[in-house]
């Protein structure tokens, strides 16, 4: 069973740069596309970026100037930067499996709530 | 950026009643090699979405056959055929032709 698990600080301050790892169990990372959403409480869901072993990497075009995600093969993991974050960058940060052939979203880790605050 | 809007955005319906959820994208979703990438997500209270259908009507593993969907270019429905209590959640619709956006969700709930 494909497990994803997003780890980091819940709480950051603005301007600083938020930080979260995925660590990804039960398959290999190989061959697909994994992916950042987030949601802010109570309301919708918003791609953030996505990125293949291939190298292949798009980034949501509102936030691609303070972005920047990496894939760390050996050991499951995945990881986002959000640069310079304001109060609006407070939300559920999901990551996520997207299989190539379905440009889709079919594992969802459990989520992990990061608040911007001082 | 592909604009999705969804219809209605809030949903009471009878147990054991059907349901149509309306999604519509501001772009053709059809891929220039032939696939439509629109997928239907459902998210129940306090968990993380679940996809229950992707490339417009390929039910997920494990997903009730009393959900379906339909639809080609930019108009896409997803239906609920009869109406359960575990049903209760909001379901976005969401596209994956072009970068991904979602749309704003459908409330569901029990009348």
């Known amino acids: 069973q494909v497990q994803l698990r997003e780890s980091g600080p819940g709480l950051v301050k603005p301007s600083e740069t938020l930080s979260l790892t995925c660590s990804v169990s039960?398959?290999?990372?190989?061959?697909?596309?994994w992916s950042w959403i987030r949601q802010v409480p109570g309301k919708g869901l918003e791609w953030i970026a996505y990125?293949?072993?291939?190298?292949?990497?798009k980034y949501n075009s509102a936030l691609q100037s303070r972005v920047t995600m990496s894939l760390d093969m050996s050991n499951s993991q995945f990881s986002l930067k959000l640069r310079t974050v304001t109060a609006a960058d407070t939300a559920i940060y999901f990551c996520?499996?997207?299989?190539?052939?379905?440009?889709?979203?079919?594992?969802w880790g459990r989520g992990t709530l990061v608040i911007v605050s001082s | 950026d592909v604009l999705m809007t969804q219809s209605p955005l809030s949903l009471s319906v009878t147990l054991g009643q059907p349901a149509s959820i309306s999604c519509r994208s501001s772009?053709?979703?059809?891929?220039?090699?032939?696939?439509?990438?629109l997928n239907w997500f459902q998210q129940r209270p306090g968990q993380s979405p679940r996809r229950l259908i992707y490339?417009?009507?390929n039910r997920d593993s494990g997903v009730p056959d009393r959900f379906s969907g339909s639809g080609s270019g930019t108009n896409f429905t997803l239906k609920i055929s009869k109406m359960e209590a575990e049903d209760v959640g909001v379901y976005y619709c969401?596209?994956?032709?072009?970068?991904?956006?979602f749309g704003p969700g459908t409330k569901v709930n029990i009348k």
């Open positions: 990125k293949h072993n291939n190298g292949d990497t």
């Open positions: 996520v499996r997207q299989p190539a052939d379905t440009a889709s979203f079919d594992y």
């Open positions: 969401m596209q994956g032709t072009h970068w991904p956006t």
């Open positions: 772009e053709s979703l059809e891929h220039s090699h032939g696939n439509t990438y």
């Open positions: 490339k417009v009507s």
């Open positions: 039960g398959a290999s990372m190989r061959d697909y596309y």
